[in-house]
Every structure is written in C-alpha cells, then in structure tokens.
Nanobody, 125 residues
Framework: QVQLVESGGGLVQAGGSLRVSCAAS????????MGWFRQAPGKEREFVAA????????SYADSVKGRFTISRDGAKNMAYLQMNSLKPEDTAVYYC??????????????????WGQGTQVTVSS
C-alpha cells in the first residue's frame, strides 16, 4: 500500500507563488504516472496536472497552463507542483495521486490508485 503525504500548502496573496510537495512511502514515481488534483469548497474534485511514468510528458488543466509546473524527483520519492501567479480561484485542497499504470499522463481520477490526504492552499485577493 503506497502512502502519499502532501505538504507545503498555506496562505499566499494573489500573484504569489507556492510549491506543494508529495512524499511517497516507497519508490513509485519513477515507475508510475502521477498527478495533482484539487477540490474547492462546494465543488467537485478537478484535475490540475499530470506527469507520465517516464517523466517525459505532462498535461495541465487549461486554468493552470502556463502558471503551474509538475515535476518529480524519483531518487527522493518526491513529486512537486510549482504554482506561480496564483489567483483566488486557485484556492482549494490539493491532492497528489499515483496512477494505476506507468504510461499516461492521465487526467481522470479513476486512473489513479493512491491518494494523499491533501494540503490546503488559500489565495487571498
């Protein structure tokens, strides 16, 4: 059972930057695709960004394209989401997830087998 733990969330002003991290309990990100999702209050969980198992392909939601960057460090069992030019509408709980397979990237949540507990990101206007 892979365990994922997010960290790095917090409060930031609009226009600012934040990097959220995801630590895996075992080496997994270098073999499987992974992704970031978010859920704002009163809304359904939505796709944010994804990385293929090879690390060579990425996918981003249109709302974050050009502002967010997904990455990983397989040697450290870590994944990251760098968020720049943050907007109040980016406020949400951010979740990392590890996919069922090693190809991808995947933007649908049912393609993912393991999820973290989430980290809150709040962007003030």
């Amino acid at each position: 059972q892979v365990q994922l733990v997010e960290s790095g969330g917090g409060l930031v002003q609009a226009g600012g930057s934040l990097r959220v991290s995801c630590a895996a309990s075992e080496p997994t990100f270098s073999r499987y695709a992974m992704g970031w999702f978010r859920q704002a209050p009163g809304k359904e969980r939505e796709f944010v960004a994804a990385l293929s198992g090879s690390g060579g392909r990425t996918s981003y939601a249109d709302s974050v394209k050009g502002r967010f960057t997904i990455s990983r460090d397989g040697a450290k069992n870590m994944a990251y989401l760098q968020m720049n030019s943050l907007k109040p509408e980016d406020t949400a709980v951010y979740y990392c997830a590890r996919a069922l397979r090693g190809s991808g990237p995947y933007y649908r949540d049912f393609d993912y087998a393991y999820w973290g507990q989430g980290t809150q990101v709040t962007v003030s206007s």
